[in-house]
């Protein structure tokens, strides 16, 4: 009899069915001051991972893949990265894209996850990127699930210059969709937040600034940036981090990757992992006998992998 209630204690504690439901616990989320909140008010942070690049991982933007990154990993948000570059991206082939985004971003709404629609791109397409999120408000700005991600991570446009695109697109979302979340790049790789802080663009709410680190590469210079800003009344979100090399490869620095994380759950800010591919990269969460639509073992999640799954069980109870 002993083993058998541990037997279903264990069952009962681990199961899926008993992950929340995020967005109806916490409904339209919203800025006030620095901090993301819910619908009352009160602080959130939101914890998951980022879908590899549309176009190189297509087989991973499924529906079932996102509910069992949702019951097993405990994700209650997912970054679905919309290729702007590289091969058979949105600009060359956008019916595809739309093929791997709409299962994405329906499954998150229908399982109550947050789910950021990215423009994954390095480099500026204003009108191009303003017809897409006016497309995307249109279709989805009536659910509370919904984030727009408007700039991925820009590599050479200055901030004078990204506050007007900035500005363009969220005006446009503005038109279809009043309140979700919208999220802003900054310059160099999502690392110039600084910059960012000093002059944000005007007129405009609940929108946040990126912010992208990998913890092997980016340490006390960037984190001080970051809590700089946010101390200074910036909204920041980071919508990409990952534990090792910029380079998406090398060895994990859990000891830098615990200091991002112990500053974000201090701050309360919310943290995406990056990805969930299997490319022959540490970053890569994956192997790639790993199934299109979950049900992954331990034994086909690499150790970054691990320890992204680790954390979100352990941060999102």
Known sequence: MKK??????TVFCLSPSFATNPVK???QLQVKGAQLCDNNGDPVVLRGVSLGWHNLWPRFYNAKAIKWLKDDWHANIIRAAMGIQIEDNYLDNPEFAMKCMSP????AIKNGVYV????????MHTKEATTFFTNMAKKYGKYPNVIYELYNEPVGDNWDSLKVYGKTIITAIRQYDPDNIILMGCPHWD???DIVAASPIEGVSNVMYTVHFYAATHKDFLRNKMKAAVEGGLPVFVSECAGMEASGDGPL????WQKWIDLMENLKI???????SDKNETCSMLLPRAKSEGNWTNDIIKPYGKKVRDYLREYNK
């Open 4 to 9: 058998y209630l541990l037997t279903l204690l």
């Open 25 to 27: 616990e916490w409904g």
């Open 104 to 107: 994405v971003i329906e499954s």
């Open 116 to 123: 950021i629609i990215d423009w994954h791109a390095h480099t």
């Open 191 to 193: 690392q110039d937040i």
């Open 253 to 256: 620095n859990t000891e830098e």
């Open 270 to 276: 919310s943290w995406i992992n990056w990805s969930i």
